[in-house]
């Protein structure tokens, strides 16, 4: 039964077999390390272990450490978070909504997004430990009665609201990447030649051996993790942005934020994932499974979601001029042609006017262009929230107390910090885990391969499919 | 798994090469009336479940109610903190402003939903880091289907059975003992 679709592009090239796609996969988590991987993770390694000194200096002498003034409280650190936490929106709206759609280009590239989300959520987490300034403290987010009498935390405030969805965020992302890995883990336990590869990968593959009642339910939760991960990474996001929205800074004080949020959450994830991807396709050799067509998918996703954020940033432009509000207006009058003007205009070349490229089917299927457009969409989104924190806040209602804010050492390093942390973790998960789900992948090649083999599991290669048919009903 | 039976089961092991075969193969097996242990495979094969006749699951029952009291705790903690134990009018709103409180109910409600259905799958389905499969060939998770009969709850003989198996496109038969 190979149905293949005479109007869609082919998701799985090269008539790979499923032996095939187990070896093609399983080979980097096998072999030894290559030297692009030893050379990346040491660069990582470096870099985490100096951005983790400079952390700790920030604990132990204060965060008078950071160019934070008496004006702007907030600046590199919560726009690093919220920076994070966007990138960390595209694993789960991959691996949710596009299964709830039926995506199939979101097999090949499922499982890396949403390694990096969780990374991506982590490396956020610890701008919150930074900016709360005393992470031994951090408990005190939680509702946990103190000694001191029965004083709860304030469960009217975003600030609360956000503890509780970016930890659940994590905890179900983290479930929803390990339960997608077992079945996997088990494929390469069954392989594995070394006694200790095959006690851990045993270990953590839950003794999972692949019965028909297992996969019947298995399909069943991934459903429904599905189906509660979407409203999920959409309320993640929007509650970050009420972080902002709920608060009367002019700028901040706006209704637009949520959807504005969620939508350039998921411009700077893919547009991160592009970026991992296309280096991981070359250097782990997998451009049969990530091929042209995942490529352009991703594109047409960032281009929808980079018009929209640049809707959003005229609408609140206009809006500001409509409401009659003279705080409002001045503040994005100064956002655009104030001293931060260069942040502003970043901001929008980089977010609004740059993806428009991606309308050229030609670009939207170049390696070059694909990447350096996903480094200059996370560059603008950077200074996205850079513009919302700092230009809101840099003056206020008293013109007596206006400053400016000028990173430190300390805020670049820690900022630094964070890509060490994110790149180490990222090429640990590159070696040691399959980056590609192999099983999804082999439950769409029937219907989504370039050419069937003559015999699908054996060795044997076929034959091209000369004319692509429709015999679902052949059986 | 391996408590489903004796320690001395003897099973016959059909090998398939082809998803659609086996499948194929699953409906002519049991209708030469020979009872299917289970068929093991590398990916979900849609109509599997209902073909070996298993019956539907109830996990998204269970998945309903761990949501329903994450749900259920997080308007049990913020009446209590909020409404009960340390009153406070903000705003001139009444001290249980639940609307403020919906977005950490859902969390509450998601969370649990995750966490609870997905430890419900493990419990129901004998998964665990300490768990040794039971496998009747190794490759059924790279690229083989695997059908086992269990002997002892089968009336027909074994080369019966064997033939029955070679006849419904299996490669290779092969016989396993626990």
New interface residues.
Partial sequence: MHVTSPVRTPLVTGGKTYADVTDDICRQVEGKPTREWIIAFTISFIVLIYGTACVFWTWWEGLGVWGLNKTIGWAWDITNFVWWVGIGHAGTLISAILLLFRMKYRTSINRAAEAMTIFAVICAAMFIMMHAGRPWLAYWAIPFPNTLGSLWVNFNSPLVWDVFAISTYFTVSLVFWYMGLVPDLATIRDRATSKVSRYIYGAFSLGWNGGAKTWARYEYISLILAGISTPLVLSVHTIVSFDFATSVIPGWHTTIFPPYFVAGAIFSGFAMVQNLMLITRVVFKLEDYITYEHIESMNKIITLTGSIVGVAYITEFFIAWYSGNEFESYIFLNRAFGPYWWAYWMMMTCNVISPQLFWSRKIRRSIVWTFVLSVVVNIGMWFERFVIIVSSLHRDYLPSSWAMFSPTIFDISDYIFSFGLFFTLFLLFAKFLPVINMFEVKAIIRSSSERLPASISGVAKGENVTNPTFNKNAD | ?ATHHSDNAKFLVGIY????VVL?AVKEVKNAGVRIH????????HG??VA?G?PR?K??IA?FLF?LTGFLCMVA??YY??GY??PMI?GGKDPY?YP??I??M???T??F???G??GT??V????????????FD????????VMAIDLSKNKLSETDITSVLRQSGAAEVNVKQF
Wanted: net charge negative; no cysteine.
């Fill in positions: 798994m090469d082809d998803d659609d194929k289970e068929v093991y495979s590398p990916f979900p094969i599997l479940d070996l298993h699951t996990i998204g998945a949501g903690l913020t903190t909020m134990d340390w903000i402003a403020a409180y977005p950490v859902f969390e509450f998601v969370l939903t995750a966490l259905m997905v799958f493990l129901s389905n004998g998964l665990g880091p300490t768990v040794k499969p039971l496998m190794l490759r059924s998770t790279d690229n083989k289907f």
